[in-house]
């Protein structure tokens, strides 16, 4: 199963970006991920943010395919311990599907069709993080959940 983790915009940020790709460089080792990154919305200042939202979810659905397991990263999902989270990806490879796919949305969050089509939402804190951070703190988090799942010795209890 291969995994995609898609996000609308940007980085933006050098230290961000280089914490991206120092564990995209790791999860290569453990599993196919690829990152789509979908560009902002050309003149977003003109539209509603129910608009903007219903935009960004039709992009974000166009690079989904059918039998995708679709996870949302949005605040109200249900939280999980490094370890927990290792066990909810090994669960996930084990139902099958093509692929496995994560999606940060827009500063607004998602649209009503993105959420109908999601196969559940995770939250990676109660705290509030910039959709930039929580890219590379997902990306440490999945390379913590597949050291886990091999038994490494990169996450200690």
Not at 22 to 35: A, F, G, M, Q, T
Not at 134 to 157: C, N, S, V
């Amino acid at each position: 199963m291969k995994v995609k983790f898609i996000c609308i915009g940007k980085t933006g940020k050098a230290f961000l970006e280089a914490g991206e790709k120092e564990y995209l460089d790791r999860l290569k080792h453990y599993v196919s991920i690829e990152r789509i990154e979908i560009p902002d919305l050309k003149n977003a200042k003109n539209l509603t943010i129910p608009q903007i939202k219903e935009l960004e979810g039709k992009e974000i659905l166009s690079k989904t395919q059918q039998g995708d397991q679709l996870i949302l990263l949005d605040e109200n999902g249900n939280q999980y311990s490094s370890v927990a989270f290792s066990q909810f990806i090994q669960q996930k490879f084990n139902s099958g599907g093509k692929n496995l796919v994560f999606v940060v949305g827009g500063a607004y969050g998602f649209s009503e069709a993105v959420y109908a089509a999601a196969n559940g939402k995770i939250s990676l804190s109660k705290m509030t993080f910039s959709h930039q951070m929580i890219r590379m703190i997902f990306f440490e988090q999945l390379y913590r959940a597949m050291t886990i799942l091999k038994g490494e010795p990169y996450h200690h209890q």
